[in-house]
């Protein structure tokens, strides 16, 4: 039972990929230590900056996200997931490189607003500009009306939660970066989203559902389900 071998394709970022490993941990039903899934995790840090890059100013991460995906395959993993949202504008590149499937956050993600949420029809999202930049929410959300929030609010809070002085990405998960998203948030609500997805996996570790008076989804939550779902099913 839970023998599966799955994979983190991590280090985008550090804190965002232990996450994920804690999620997986929470989604398995287990009594004992011996009952949990054996988990390989590559937090391959040194990956460039996938915002940077998609935007053009950076350097092109696949080389590296495909070396660490190359490691969890010799590995033997037999399914893996990307605990970074920007990062699945590149997941074809990857996916074509390893044997064993990489699961879409964006395609679980559809899959779970529709079977959980079918009645709602307009979305808010919190995600980096390039995630944004992507398309990749229009891509996969298609059947529902999206809001994002103003270009002033993207770039003077939601951007400024992640990457500021004392955002998230320096290890902050409280205060200045709690109220840029809860203020990034608020003006999602009034432009009548009747639930925000937390697109960005830093976003996750700070805001949280009961900081908000609408549905919050995190799709890394979400994959941490299925996963560990699939993987149980699989071996029945």
Known sequence: MNDKLIGILGGMGPEATAECYLKIIRATSAR?????FRVIID?????????????GRGEDPVPEMIHAAKNLEKLDVE???IPCMTAHYFIEDVQKEVSYPLLNAFLELK???????????????????GTLETGLFEKYLDHLDIVY????TQNEKVMKSIYGENGIKSGNTDGEPLQLLK???????????????????????????????VPLVDPMEVVANVVVKESVYQQS
């Open 149 to 152: 929030p103003t270009p002033m």
């Open 32 to 36: 004992k230590d011996q009952e949990h």
């Open 79 to 81: 399914v893996a997931c």
């Open 183 to 213: 203020d990034a948030s608020q003006e999602l609500l009034d432009n009548g989203a009747q639930l925000i997805i937390s697109g960005c996996t830093e976003i996750g570790l700070v805001l949280r559902p009961y900081h908000l008076p």
């Open 111 to 129: 899959k779970f607003i529709r079977n959980f949420y079918p009645d709602i029809s307009k979305i808010g999202i919190l995600a980096t500009t």
């Open 43 to 55: 937090s391959n840090a040194k990956i460039p900056d996938r915002t940077e890059a998609i935007s």
